[in-house]
T-cell receptor, first 110, second 112 residues
Framework: EAQVTQNPRYLITVTGKKLTVTCSQN?????MSWYRQDPGLGLRQIYY???????DKGDVPEGYKVSRKEKRNFPLILESPSPNQTSLYFC?????????FGPGTRLTVL | GENVEQHPSTLSVQEGDSAVIKCTYS??????FPWYKQELGKRPQLIID?????GEKKDQRIAVTLNKTAKHFSLHITETQPEDSAVYFC???????????FGTGTRLTIIP
């Protein structure tokens, strides 16, 4: 089954404790992206990747890192999480323009 | 960069009536305009999209129109049903594989 998976689905952590949210797709898509969703602000792009070893900043990259060492995986790294990064995070992948979203990761930073 | 504005932020319609959600964008180079539906607690799901070489596209009860001159596009849902209740997002992309900018969403409520 074609899908985008994210782990973990829920995470509660404390300020400053490094964490990684994984994203994986099995559709051989070149393009992958991370978004955060906050009430009243819609979905805002954090980082995107057009292919392996190619990443670029979206609209809200501060405080986040990504890597794209292989086509199927695109992890999101928070080196030192802060409470303002409490949000719902979505990973997405696409072959051209139609994006397919993962199930989301709800992150709470205390 | 691209800026997408979406209106209204909330919309309530009687079951069976039509609903219209409107978006404007700022970057004239944008050429791909998807619409996503997000039900409570779920991921956004693509419901329809339109590319800049097309002015209108229809899929059963859902249609999207695009006016490139005015830089706006709209989602039309006819014969609304309770299962249409959700948050709808418009978006715009200027180059394949680059940034996708979303509107802030419209919460649509269908009143039985």
């Amino acid at each position: 089954e074609a899908q985008v998976t994210q782990n973990p689905r829920y995470l509660i952590t404390v300020t400053g404790k490094k964490l990684t949210v994984t994203c994986s797709q099995n559709m051989n898509h070149e393009y992958m992206s991370w978004y955060r969703q906050d009430p009243g602000l819609g979905l805002r792009q954090i980082y995107y990747s057009m292919n392996v070893e190619v990443t670029d900043k979206g609209d809200v990259p501060e405080g986040y890192k990504v890597s794209r060492k292989e086509k199927r995986n695109f992890p999101l790294i928070l080196e030192s999480p802060s409470p303002n990064q409490t949000s719902l995070y979505f990973c997405a992948s696409s072959l051209r323009d139609t994006q397919y979203f993962g199930p989301g990761t709800r992150l709470t930073v205390l | 960069g691209e800026n997408v504005e979406q209106h209204p932020s909330t919309l309530s319609v009687q079951e069976g009536d039509s609903a219209v959600i409107k978006c404007t964008y700022s970057d004239s180079a944008s050429n791909y305009f998807p619409w996503y539906k997000q039900e409570l607690g779920k991921r956004p799901q693509l419901i329809i999209d339109i590319r800049s070489n097309v002015g209108e596209k229809k899929d059963q009860r859902i249609a999207v129109t695009l006016n490139k001159t005015a830089k706006h596009f709209s989602l039309h849902i006819t014969e609304t049903q309770p299962e249409d209740s959700a948050v709808y997002f418009c978006a715009a992309m200027n180059v394949v594989g680059e940034k996708l900018t979303f509107g802030t969403g419209t919460r649509l409520t269908i009143i039985p």
